[in-house]
């Protein structure tokens, strides 16, 4: 996967949220890495957003678990290690795994289209930034089949944790894991499509075994 640019910023949304993604951004391209200290200031600057809307994002991330702040060592990016990495994969599998109980039988046409459509951008995205976001909508996307609003709210906050994970995952990937990840990815589709609730868990719990790998060969077992 090819080093990211930042993300392109929503003129529609609040300076908060511009300030919120923008945060994530810098992760995603490598600017702001885990572990790394920064602060209000800083981040003000390199975003080009005022300090409320800043403070009110760093708020945001550090009850979601991305960010830790301190009076003395400032806002940091929590890093993810071994341990970590396993407790969020393990919730991952639950989550995904209940919901695929009902993604089946609550499939529509139209919620069919809008996954595979996120299985194309994920295959086509040329950035870490693009692919998180794709990767994203394709897994969101089967949760919400569900139908459990509480599941998607805490599905979402999972997922920001995850985005540490996902962007060192995708540090180490070679041309050969890329493609494991589209076949994986397919056998999911592929799941849905058939209707095929047995298959489609054999095929997310397959996804997150590979996604396990990958992210403690970064971080170390």
């Known amino acids: 996967m090819t080093e990211p640019s930042e993300k392109s910023p929503n003129r529609g949304a609040s300076a908060v949220e511009l300030a919120y993604d923008g945060i994530i951004g810098l992760v995603l391209t490598g600017r702001l890495r885990p572990g790394e200290r920064t602060s209000v200031y800083l981040l003000t600057d390199v975003l080009g957003i005022g300090r409320t809307p800043v403070r009110e994002a760093i708020n945001r991330l550090q009850s979601e678990g991305f960010l830790s702040v301190s009076g003395r060592s400032g806002t940091i990016v929590n890093p993810i290690d071994a341990d970590r990495a396993r407790q969020i994969l393990a919730?991952?599998?639950?989550?995904?795994?209940?919901?695929?109980?009902?993604?089946?039988?609550?499939?529509?046409?139209?919620a069919l289209a809008r996954i595979s459509q996120a299985a194309e951008s994920l295959f086509a995205a040329g950035t870490t930034a693009a692919f998180v976001r794709a990767n994203t909508d394709f897994h969101s996307g089967i949760v919400s089949l569900a139908g459990n609003p509480t599941l998607d709210r805490f599905y979402a906050q999972l997922q920001i944790q995850l985005t540490v994970a996902v962007y060192l995952a995708g540090r180490g990937e070679n041309e050969?894991?890329?493609?494991?990840?589209?076949?994986?990815?397919?056998?999911?589709?592929?799941?849905?499509?058939?209707?095929?609730?047995?298959?489609?868990?054999?095929?997310?719990?397959?996804?997150?075994?590979?996604?396990?790998?990958?992210?403690?060969?970064?971080?170390?077992d």
């Not at 919730?91 to 089946?104: G, I, K, M, S, T």
């Not at 589709?189 to 970064?218: F, P, Y």
């Open 176 to 220: 050969a894991a890329e493609s494991l990840r589209k076949q994986e990815h397919n056998a999911i589709l592929t799941a849905l499509r058939a209707g095929d609730t047995e298959a489609l868990k054999r095929a997310i719990n397959a996804h997150i075994d590979t996604t396990e790998r990958a992210i403690l060969s970064q971080v170390g």
């Open 91 to 110: 919730l991952r599998r639950c989550l995904e795994c209940f919901a695929a109980d009902y993604a089946v039988a609550n499939m529509t046409e139209e």
